[in-house]
């Protein structure tokens, strides 16, 4: 016998797995109710059974009220919030609930409606059945992840509990119960990339394809597939399964890849011929400005949401793979696995709305991962039996510490895990999170992150933690009398522009070290060209350049600079030079400029600003628009 064989699945084993997935599925069924965009994969899905298509009708509104009042209830589903939000953007054009008016005066939700399609059918019959509708989406996850399931034990025949374990710990464990195409995308993105390991390309495309329809980043692994073609007739000795014959047939490549590459740029189709833009999302809710190295450490590490704190069991599963046996085969495929994930979370890190609902780690985090998982995955089938359930052991433990520590409450989405409230209330300056996040954990509901937010977090001993952005020091949150103003030993200014103060938090006296300039007939002459005549209290800059002139009162020494406003779209970013000093290429609005020595002596800063992009006119025919000007902010030296 040999020597792990009490390790292997007995029939009663699997028995208890199926008992444990049928479980797992009621209580997804008996959970799923409204959350995230939720609302217009269910009205697409609604619209899709009753007319054919997905665009938002007062007859779909009608249909959702005349389900069971008891069905409704059991999915936080009110009808009537779509009755009123179709009324609002017939008559004022605007965005509501995720819904938004087409060229030719429809209206369509703003995500594409692949995975309401996928979910129709099931719709048609928890609609007949007159159950909760948001049972639907689950009932769609539940089949995909049953799907994924399939193909790993059909692709890899070594593939046995302890790889699907895994696979459905790192991510459809949480998401299942999602209203969302998140399990869609993992799977898409895990497949595709188990696909290439096959050698099965034109498979991998296509699946790419299918996810990038709901998650555009996911279409870089089309041309990955192509990077895998020449990796594999280059470096033969790379190829992880040589015993496992690709798949053949010239027709079924190319109807595979043509396949994925045409599911790819639908949405793109779709949404010039409905909203007259390429995505109507990248318009309104991205801003490439916010691309950079904060982000990316959040989206890795924040306590709250990052990635390797809620997936730890990832970092285990590398860590094997490093350990394991053919490392000159599994190591170049591990990193071409971060790469690809790293390469798919880069357009994630745009999005305007970042602390927007997770399930112990962000939504964009789980799904970008999937590549890692994958070659985990791969590797793990040619592991003796003991390895393969150590992996699937450690990942157990280090999930379920990671799950603990995302649920302090039942509304964990809205509240610090237990992590970052240790660490807020004993260390507060290691920890300064994205200012969505904070807000909204702080105030455990979701809040616009506006200039003028005050944010402080109170630890077992006080306030150990202020948030507020740089200029608005003259707001402490209620923690100093008048007459004196905020003080830490930590303070970090992050270059949206949001300072932290971490504790000892203390009150210093005298008033805050700032000089606010407002618009005003009195200072209007410190507009110089590119800009209207205004008399306050804003005024827009016209054209690609404009110049101030502030003079600094006699005896204070300016350190940081700002302007206070906005840019119009698709304005995002701007080059600076004061009293002739270029200051380089800047997100004016956000963090302030740090003047060097040079200036800080100056009486008199004439700035000046030049848009990287050319403005437009907000009308047609009327000048164009660069930057909304609200006021010029100073923080003082002394």
């Known amino acids: 016998m040999p020597r792990f064989a009490f390790l292997r699945p007995a029939p009663l084993a699997r028995i208890a797995v199926l008992l444990l997935c049928a479980a797992f599925a009621l209580l997804c069924l008996a959970r799923a109710r409204l959350i995230g965009d939720g609302m217009e994969y269910l009205a697409m899905a609604q619209g899709f059974v009753v007319h054919g298509s997905p665009d938002l009708r007062r007859a779909d509104v009608a249909a959702l009220q005349a389900m069971p009042p008891k069905a409704l209830a059991r999915g936080g589903l009110e009808p009537r919030m779509l009755d009123d939000a179709i009324g609002r953007i017939e008559r004022d054009g605007v965005i509501v609930h995720g819904f938004a008016r087409a060229v030719d005066g429809g209206i369509h939700a703003v995500h594409f409606w692949m995975y309401s399609l996928l979910a129709a059918p099931f719709y048609a019959l928890v609609a007949a059945l007159g159950q909760n509708p948001f049972m639907a989406p689950v009932l769609l996850n539940l089949a995909i992840a049953a799907c994924g399931a399939w193909c790993i034990r059909r692709w890899f025949p070594r593939a046995g509990l302890p790889e699907l374990g895994l696979f459905a710990l790192m991510g459809p464990l ?67 399964f040589p015993d496992l014959a690709a798949a053949s047939g010239r027709l079924r490549g190319a109807a595979l890849s043509v396949g994925g590459l045409l599911l790819a740029v639908l949405p793109y189709v779709h949404n010039q011929a409905v909203f007259g833009m390429p995505s109507i999302i990248s318009h309104y809710y991205t801003d490439v400005g916010l691309i950079r190295p904060e982000r990316l450490f959040s989206f890795l590490f924040d306590l709250n949401q990052g990635l390797l704190i809620g997936f730890p069991a990832l970092l285990s599963c590398i860590a094997l793979v490093v350990l394991a046996g053919r490392r000159r085969t599994w190591l170049p495929h591990l990193a071409i696995a971060l790469l690809l994930a790293l390469g798919m979370a880069l357009p994630t890190l745009a999005a305007a709305n970042w602390s927007s609902g997770a399930i112990v780690v962000a939504r964009y985090a789980y799904w970008t991962s999937m590549p890692v998982l994958a070659v985990c995955l791969a590797a793990m089938t040619q592991w003796e039996a003991r390895r393969r359930w150590l992996a699937l052991g450690l990942a157990l433990l280090l999930q379920a510490a990671a799950t603990w520590n995302a649920f302090p409450s039942r509304r964990a989405p809205t509240l610090h895990t237990h992590a970052a409230t240790w660490v807020l209330g004993h260390a507060p300056h290691l920890y300064n999170p994205d200012p969505e996040i904070f807000l909204e954990r702080e105030r455990r509901r979701e809040d616009p992150v506006t200039p003028d937010q005050v944010v402080v977090h109170r630890g077992p001993a006080g306030p150990t933690k202020l948030m507020r952005f740089w200029s608005n020091g003259g707001d402490d949150g209620g923690l100093c009398a008048s007459g004196a103003h905020l003080e830490a030993d930590h303070v970090k200014t992050l270059a949206s522009g949001w300072r932290y103060y971490s504790g000892p938090l203390r009150c210093a006296p005298g008033a805050s070290p700032f000089l606010h300039i407002a ?39 300016p350190a940081l600079l700002g302007l206070r406003g906005y840019y119009h779209h698709p304005v995002r970013r701007s080059r600076v030079s004061i009293n002739g000093v270029d200051l380089g290429v800047v997100a004016l609005g956000q963090a302030p400029l740090v003047l060097p020595a040079s200036l800080q002596d100056a009486r008199v800063l004439e700035i000046r600003f030049e848009h990287t992009r050319e403005p437009r006119p907000a009308v047609p025919g009327e000048p164009p628009l660069g930057f909304f000007l609200h006021g010029v902010d100073i923080e003082l030296a002394d």
């Open 174 to 240: 949480y998401y299942t119960v999602w209203i969302g195409p998140e399990v869609m995308a993992g799977c898409c993105v895990l497949l595709a990339v188990l696909a290439a390991l096959r050698r099965d390309l034109p498979l991998c495309v296509a699946l790419a394809g299918l996810g990038a329809t709901q998650n555009p980043s996911i279409a870089g692994l089309i041309p990955a597939a192509g990077a895998y073609a020449l990796l594999y007739r280059w470096a033969p000795a790379l190829v992880p």
């Open 519 to 557: 618009i005003t007939p009195d200072t209007a002459s410190m507009l110089l060209e590119g800009w209207p005549a205004s008399t306050g209290p804003v005024v827009w800059n016209t054209g690609r350049h404009a110049a101030l002139r502030i003079e600094v009162p006699p005896g204070r020494r």
